[in-house]
């Protein structure tokens, strides 16, 4: 048989740390997606032509003083001209790329790279003109007001599947399977690993659910 349960879980909006505008619209804001549905946001948010400045990793060429040449990996600042955007829902990270359009000592201008944001990322958009719709949006993702979640936990003969429901995404984010021996005459097996599986499913909640 199943069994479905479903409780509200608390939503916090994605952190605005900065916004800025001219009388024509152009400006930047500045936020941090703490959420899977910040970044479902932050993916509507961004448009081609847009900029997209964060944190990134780069290969950086080095020439030595005999002429040899070393790569080595440096964490730095990058603005780009977003001429791409990836989202990868499964794995809560968005990939824009672009052309590098602010002078950086280590990379020059018009070359090539990808911004990966992933949870906890600081990032800031820049648009040459930010729309009604835009900052409708922009309002949308940052309103500490916005709906709940919903948590669904779906059980069915030793198997449990955890969902997260908000107005915007669907995600699985944990599952819990458990052997069930037959029902017999003696039912000592069966009850403990009903036992064990209802641990192990209070302990998904927990864990999984806030």
Known sequence: THKTSICPT???SMKLLQKGFDKNGTGTATLIPEESEDLWHLYNLVSKGDTVRASTIRK?????????VATETKKIQLTVDVKAIEYDA??????FSGKNCEECQW????????IEIELNN????????????????????TDVHKSSEVAVLL????????HLLTSVLAKDV???????????ATTTGYDKAIVRFY??????VKDHIN
């Open 60 to 68: 950086i060429q080095k020439e030595g003083s005999t002429g040899s």
């Open 174 to 184: 944990h599952r819990v399977s458990v052997s069930l021996p037959r029902k017999r």
């Open 90 to 95: 499964a794995g809560d990270r968005i990939r």
């Open 122 to 141: 600081k990032i800031t958009i820049g648009k040459e003109c930010w729309d009604f719709m835009h900052l409708q949006a922009l309002d949308e993702a």
């Open 155 to 162: 059980i069915e003969a030793g198997t449990a599947n955890f």
């Open 199 to 204: 641990e192990q499913v209070y302990a998904g």
């Open 10 to 12: 608390s939503n916090e």
């Open 107 to 114: 990379v020059k201008m018009g070359a090539h790279h990808t």
